[in-house]
């Protein structure tokens, strides 16, 4: 089964420093790969995707990750953190194949704070 | 704004009740998706539709149906209402039904039963 396991239940970081968010998952075959954020009663926003090709993946507001296929990992990183980053990230995984849905299966969520 | 618009932002209804939520896609998008996000089950997959045509379900109850109309408009319908199906529940929107393709998440719509 498809499964993505986000281990932090909080990241704390102080604002310049560099933040890292960790995310493996467990799935049959290649994996596509998201990372959304969720702030306070908003919806979630997309951040950036694995597909294939290179490891390391730009998105948005400086967001990068990077695709470790030995250690089944994506992990998100940011250079320098700033306080508005705080908020609620999700990994997510889909299946390369394997049935008919392209569902999206969701980590349980980090809180990132980062403090001034 | 990723595009996706939901109504009502929220919800509040007595046990038993039925209740309707509207998703309106992306311009362009085929696909629908609903989701429901609780503080014990986390974000779960409900169903998808694309271009009209139900495409997958997951752990969606018996209780709750949805459909996708020729406007391409979804609306999600939770009917019998218990206190457990207060949630936050999302609607996606997709160019097609690609598994490469990223699904954009509307604000979501905050269902209290009381």
């Given at each position: 089964a498809q499964s993505v396991a986000q281990p932090e239940d909080q990241v704390n970081v102080a604002e310049g420093n560099p933040l890292t968010v960790k995310c493996t998952y467990s799935v049959s075959g290649n994996p596509y790969l998201f990372w959304y954020v969720q702030y306070p009663n908003r919806g979630l926003q997309f951040l950036l995707k694995y597909i294939t090709g290179d490891n390391l993946v730009k998105g948005s507001y400086g967001f990068e990750a990077e695709f470790n296929k030995s250690q089944t990992s994506f992990h998100l990183k940011k250079p320098s953190a700033l306080v508005s980053d705080s908020a609620l990230y999700f990994c997510a995984v889909r299946a390369h194949?394997?049935?008919?849905t392209n569902k999206l299966i969701f980590g349980t969520g980090t809180l990132l704070a980062v403090q001034p | 704004d990723s595009g996706v618009t939901q109504t009502p932002k929220h919800l509040i209804t007595a046990t038993g009740q039925r209740v309707t939520l509207r998703c309106s896609p992306r311009s362009g998008d085929l696909s629908v998706y609903w989701y429901q996000q609780s503080l014990d089950q986390g974000l779960q997959f409900l169903i998808q539709y694309y271009n009209g045509e139900e495409r997958a379900k997951g752990?969606?109850?018996?209780?709750f149906s949805a459909q996708q109309f020729p406007d391409l408009h979804s609306e999600l319908n939770l009917s019998?209402?218990?206190?457990?199906?207060s949630a936050l529940y999302f609607c996606a929107s997709s160019?097609?039904?690609?598994?490469?393709d990223t699904q954009y998440f509307g604000p979501g719509t905050r269902l209290t039963v009381l």
């Open positions: 194949y394997g049935g008919a | 752990n969606i109850l018996e209780r019998s209402l218990e206190l457990g199906d160019v097609a039904a690609e598994r490469t």
